[in-house]
């Protein structure tokens, strides 16, 4: 689908969305996950997990600044994007599909991990299953709970949970004047665009959102914090969803003080909100775990 970038974007908008992605799959426990790479096979991983009811495209106007030295991989989740669903979802399904997806891209190697809100709480559980994998990671305005806060979210669920069954729309024009963030917050109107035009797909009944809204039904594996040898950074903004208390959650018992970095002004999406301000994050995230790993100066 073409992404008809509109010609208020920037010129480093246009030119990175221009930059096409290799596109590809690979099967895991029974489902097709669909990803998208840029840069050269065999180089350093930066793997890029969205959030939920959200999709790899997110990813498009970031990962080409990458491209030259890291392998950069963005995955659709299960349930998400051009991947298949499943009768049920948990996040060590999920961590299983980042290490698939890392080993057929071929960017297992020294792999670092962006997730933003559940892509967050995907790649705390990659690091627990796969510490050789991800020794890296970036939280991006990641909602951490411990168990008071999910038995707090769990009673407050309508009885019987969210239908599956999408709304249709009659045309694209339709679906994407629908198209919403949520939380919702100020975000670049070119951004959003982009990723709507890829949120939605015409099926017989018409055009409905890629994504199964039973995706987080069955969520009880939460973790709490990654492993203590992990090098965390924590971004978020001034108005999302992250607390004090969750940042205390997942950065204690750490063995290197956690990078904390709040974006004032910011609401829960910053990839479509402040992406070059989260792309100078990453910058330095990357320049030093180059440093320390001997990749040169990343």
């Known amino acids: 689908m073409s992404t008809n970038v509109t010609s208020e974007a920037p010129e480093w908008f246009r030119a990175a969305v221009a930059t096409k992605p290799e596109h590809s799959s690979v099967t895991v426990h029974g489902a097709r996950i669909a990803y998208r790479c840029w840069g050269e096979p065999g180089s350093p991983g930066l793997l890029l997990v969205h959030g939920g009811a959200a999709h790899a495209g997110w990813w498009d106007h970031i990962a080409p600044r990458y491209a030259g030295e890291r392998r950069v991989v963005a995955l659709d989740l299960s349930g998400h994007g051009d991947s298949d669903w499943r009768d ?39 690091s627990i299953a796969h510490p050789d994998l991800i020794t890296d990671l970036v939280l991006v305005d990641s909602r951490v709970l411990d168990a008071e806060m999910l038995d707090e979210i769990q009673r407050d669920q309508p009885e019987g949970g969210i239908p599956r069954r999408s709304k249709h729309y009659p045309s694209l024009d339709a679906a994407l004047e629908r198209f919403r963030l949520v939380p919702d917050h100020a975000s670049l109107d070119y951004a959003k665009d982009h990723v709507a035009r890829q949120s939605v797909v015409r099926d017989d009944d018409g055009w409905r959102w890629k994504f199964d809204r039973g995706f987080a039904d069955d ?27 969750m940042i205390d959650i997942v950065t204690s018992e750490l063995d290197e003080p956690a990078r904390v970095v709040e974006f004032p002004g910011a609401g829960h999406h910053i990839p479509l909100e402040q992406p070059l301000a989260l792309m100078d994050v990453i910058d330095d995230v990357l320049r030093e775990h180059s440093a320390r790993v001997g990749l040169g100066p990343g």
């Open 219 to 245: 969520l009880t594996d939460l973790p709490p914090r990654p492993p203590s040898a992990c090098r965390l950074s924590v971004v978020h903004g001034e108005h999302g969803v992250v607390t004090a208390a």
């Open 88 to 126: 049920s979802y948990t996040l060590d399904t999920w961590a299983d599909e980042v290490t698939a997806v890392a080993e057929a891209a071929q960017a297992g190697d020294h792999a670092v991990l962006v997730g933003h809100s559940l892509g967050g709480l995907v790649g705390i559980r990659t």
